[in-house]
């Protein structure tokens, strides 16, 4: 079976205009997304990201290189087909409801007829804009429904891939939250999710493995297991430890030559406390 | 094929949605009080001279307040979704480029054929209300009375509304063309009156290159042909004129000009996919 997304040697060049020359966006990407897996982009403002991600969708034409989907060029109807898309800023047109968003993006993507409002209704109470909410024009949503209605817009067609460039740029952590288990269970269904961000601890938390590009440039790639496990070194934690133990303990272990790296009560993510201190219905 | 179908349906029927949402039919209330106001006017002239007034004002007001929101709109069309980058969410689905560019060209079409279409009902309402006005006040001799209805429900007025709503979907069609080519809406305006001026002059052209023979240069003469070719030529429309002037002009001639816009928007929209095809968003 052809993976999800390849690339090889993908190269983006934007002219600057008459006579400026012109800027390199990307150099040679080879990247390869299995079926079925979270892939994170990352990588600083300016490093490329968004730009693989529109050559993926066939938006921007590569300089050099090529890229496909689903063993598909990247590009063609049978490519695009497989890729449901959710941009970095909520670019919908804001004179729609939810609704009639997901309804325009389904009939963009060939539905329509009871197929497609019995689809609409299930993915809207999905993203838990059902209701009176669905009904709203988008101009009176926070971001964060913004985006969980172009998740619903990008999911409409069904798409094997879900491509997301910056899901939670500028959402609240309990929406950040929303989307991250929303990516969650997409990767449950079988989907597979690509998302780039620069905000590295919602990456740690649901992707499989990453890239990390630099100025248009590969970095590093692999799986977040591979790459950030320190296997040197090793880490229990327990409860209960009164000082003297600890004071024996660590003896116990200088005795056997073993290096005391950290030592220390465990800290809590602000964001995981944050949505702790919460009341329970505002954490959704 | 059907796939197609419903993409272009769904482009045009939210670029007229957009419109609608927007309050672009506001203008029609504005027209509307104009007429009514302009209704009123003249009284102390000759009938026929108040419905030649009514009829010149109602349609100098439809082509006007057409060529401003099919100008404004379709330099708006594919520049402002560039802007506002609703066009990524739009063309990222298995949505062609060409289906794209006709679907919002057809949507703009449908709400210009829209508004003219019910500033045209208008114009004949207030022809009708005249007439009534008109036939209270000096009708009590069958004769004027036959005279002044004659001038109010002129069915030729039928023929101005088609060749208007033709017109306005050629200079559309142009728009369309140059906002595939560039991204600034004030570059796509500009072109745009450019072409629809020198269209007005293009029959000038035609004729220096047909009679120039062994004087002109071949540069001016291919200058002058490639204009006459390339720029659709807007006296054409003036039967316009002619029908609001009260001149016969005869069906034959109104489907002539209505073919002949139909080739031109066929070539404008065919070039401007074909540009937008390879470009980048």
Not at chain 2, 182 to 194: G, K
Request: include cysteine; hydrophobic fraction near 45%; proline fraction near 3%.
């Amino acid at each position: 079976m052809s993976a999800a997304v390849q690339t090889v040697g993908l190269r983006k060049e934007f002219p600057m205009g008459w006579f400026r020359g012109r800027v390199l966006a990307l150099e040679g990407l080879d990247m390869e997304v299995h079926r079925g897996e979270v892939f994170g982009l990352l990588g600083p403002n300016g490093s490329g990201k968004s730009t693989a991600m529109k050559m993926i969708l066939g938006l921007l034409r590569p300089t050099r290189g090529r890229a496909e989907v689903c063993g598909y060029r990247a590009g063609t109807i049978a490519a695009r087909r497989q890729i449901g898309f959710l941009p970095e800023n909520p670019y919908f047109p804001n004179f729609l409801s939810g609704a009639e968003l997901v309804r325009y993006y389904g009939r963009l993507s060939g539905m329509g007829g009871r197929v497609l409002e019995k689809r609409i209704q299930e993915l809207l109470e999905m993203v838990r804009l059902g209701g009176e909410a669905g009904k709203r024009p988008l101009r009176t949503y926070s971001k964060g429904m913004l985006q969980r209605a172009g998740l619903a817009g990008a999911m409409v067609g069904d798409p094997e891939i879900l491509m997301l460039d910056e899901p939670t740029a500028g959402v609240d952590p309990a929406g950040s939250r929303e989307i991250r288990d929303l990516i969650l269970e997409l990767r449950q269904r079988g989907k597979t999710v690509i998302f780039s961000s620069h905000l590295l601890e919602q990456v740690e938390d649901v992707a499989d493995r990453v890239i990390i590009l630099h100025r248009g440039q590969k970095l590093r790639e692999g799986k977040l297991d591979d790459l950030l496990t320190r296997k040197k070194e090793w880490e229990v934690n327990v409860q209960g430890l009164k000082e003297e133990d600890r004071k024996e303990l660590r003896g116990w272990l200088e005795k056997r030559g073993v290096q005391v790296v950290r030592e220390g009560a465990p800290r809590e993510r602000l964001e995981d406390y944050f949505l702790r201190s919460l009341p329970e219905e505002k954490r959704r | 094929m059907m796939g197609s179908f419903r993409r272009i349906g769904a482009v045009a029927g939210n670029t007229f949605l957009e419109a609608v949402r927007q309050k672009v039919f506001a203008v029609l209330l504005v027209f509307g009080l104009v007429l009514i106001y302009g209704a009123n006017y003249f009284t102390e002239f000759s009938f026929q001279e108040q419905f030649k007034f009514l009829k010149d004002l109602g349609y100098a007001a439809i082509s006007l307040t057409g060529l401003l929101v099919g100008l404004l709109g379709a330099t708006q069309l594919i520049p402002g979704e560039i802007e506002r980058r609703t066009i990524l969410t739009a063309l990222c689905r298995p949505l062609r480029r060409w289906e794209f560019i006709v679907g919002k060209y057809l949507g703009l079409s449908i709400l210009l054929a829209v508004m003219i279409g019910v500033m045209a009902v208008a114009v004949a309402g207030v022809l009708g209300w005249k007439e009534a006005q008109l036939i209270a006040r000096e009708g009590s001799d069958p004769a004027v009375a036959a005279l002044i209805r004659a001038e109010a429900r002129d069915p030729r007025l039928i023929q101005a509304v088609v060749l208007l709503e033709v017109k306005l979907a050629v200079v559309a069609a142009i728009a369309v063309f140059f906002s595939t080519v560039a991204t600034s809406t004030t570059f796509v305006m500009a072109m745009t009156l450019m072409v629809y001026l020198i269209g007005h002059l293009q029959s000038v052209a035609r004729e220096q290159w047909l009679e120039s023979g062994e004087v002109a240069s071949w540069a001016a003469k291919f200058f002058l042909a490639g204009v006459a070719f390339l720029v659709p030529d807007f006296n054409l429309y003036n039967l316009i004129d002619e029908i609001v002037a009260g001149n016969a002009v005869s069906w034959r001639s109104t489907l002539e000009v209505v073919g002949y816009s139909g080739v031109y928007i066929a070539v404008l929209l065919t070039a401007a996919s074909v540009v937008f095809e390879g470009r980048d968003i």
